[in-house]
């Protein structure tokens, strides 16, 4: 299985990688639809979205990503209010994962009502998809900010298989333990420190220790979460697109919770 993970970064990685380098911000913007509507669908199996629910669920979702995309937030509004209404949806986020979604999962909430479940999915994939577009305008920052899930994840995998004793949620995820996720708060932190060795990352190395922790706690609820709700309906992946991965939403769990919450703080 860790040998099928591998690959499938290993081709993927550098396709990612060029689109996000080299590609003009608008068809960024474009090729991310991809990876929104194949998560939107999963998610609407998840929801157990009728196939009417799941066109409405994907329409509102394609239609405000390519509002964003084809007229540009900025263009079409002044600089002032398209700031505001970006970090109003990343506060939206935020909140989200802060608040609601700890209580989902702290009560083991299985949620049936179709609105609820489309609203919270709107919630979890249309500020990660802002995010991605808008960081993009600093690739090399974005790039960072990736690899502090991708370390993150990457840290806790190892720490949990070397050291992993008590269960972080037994219930939900029974191979996430403690020791899996204080390796990989003890990692991001000294992902910080390296960065702030170097000149082009002009951030404090307090600041980025705090962002880069509390974005690797908000990945950790984001990664619960969609194991909650795949454990509701007795899945174990949300897809089988991506080989030794799984589903799209097993790829970017802890990204749709970690990002917005960076491009709220480093924007």
Same mark, same amino acid.
């Not at 609820?221 to 992946?237: A, F, M, Q, T």
């Given at each position: ?7 499938t970064?290993?081709v993927?990685?550098? !396709? ?6 080299? !590609? ?38 394609? @239609?405000a990503?390519? $509002? ?19 970090k ?9 994962w ?8 702290w ?14 999915g709107?919630?979890?994939? /249309? ?9 993009q ?14 370390? @993150? ?21 029974? &191979? ?7 390796? $990989?708060? &003890? ?11 170097f +000149? ?8 980025? @220790?705090?962002?880069?922790? @509390?974005?690797?706690? /908000? ?10 709700l795949?454990?509701?309906i ?8 991506? +080989? ?12 749709t919770?970690?990002? +917005? ?7």
């Amino acid at each position: 299985m860790l040998k099928l993970r591998v690959l499938t970064v290993a081709v993927l990685l550098p !396709l990612i990688l060029a689109a996000m380098f080299l !590609l003009p911000n608008f068809w960024w913007q474009i090729v991310l639809m991809v990876p929104l509507i194949l998560g939107a669908s999963e998610w609407a199996m998840l929801a157990r979205f009728s196939p009417l629910q799941k066109s409405i669920f994907l329409a509102v979702l394609i @239609a405000a990503a390519g $509002a964003v995309a084809l007229a540009g937030l900025e263009a079409s509004v002044s600089s002032d209010l398209a700031t505001l209404a970006a970090k109003s949806v990343y506060a939206t986020s935020i909140v989200f994962w802060m608040v609601i979604a700890p209580c989902w999962l702290w009560l083991k909430i299985k949620v049936r009502n179709r609105f609820a479940l489309g609203a919270a999915g709107l919630v979890v994939l /249309f500020p990660m998809w802002l995010a991605l577009g808008q960081l993009q305008r600093h690739a090399l920052l974005l790039l960072l900010l990736l690899g502090v899930i991708w370390i @993150a994840d990457t840290a806790a995998y190892f720490f949990g298989k070397t050291f992993g004793r008590r269960k972080l949620a037994p219930t939900i995820s029974p &191979g996430k333990t403690w020791e899996g996720v204080g390796g $990989a708060l &003890g990692t991001v932190a000294v992902y910080a420190v390296v960065l702030c060795a170097f +000149p082009f990352f002009r951030y404090h190395i307090m600041f980025a @220790a705090a962002a880069f922790i @509390a974005m690797t706690a /908000f990945s950790v609820i984001g990664d619960l979460y969609e194991s909650w709700l795949k454990r509701s309906i007795g899945v174990k992946d949300s897809g089988a697109i991506l +080989p030794g991965h799984g589903g799209m939403l097993d790829r970017i769990d802890g990204v749709t919770a970690a990002l +917005p919450l960076a491009a709220l703080i480093f924007l």
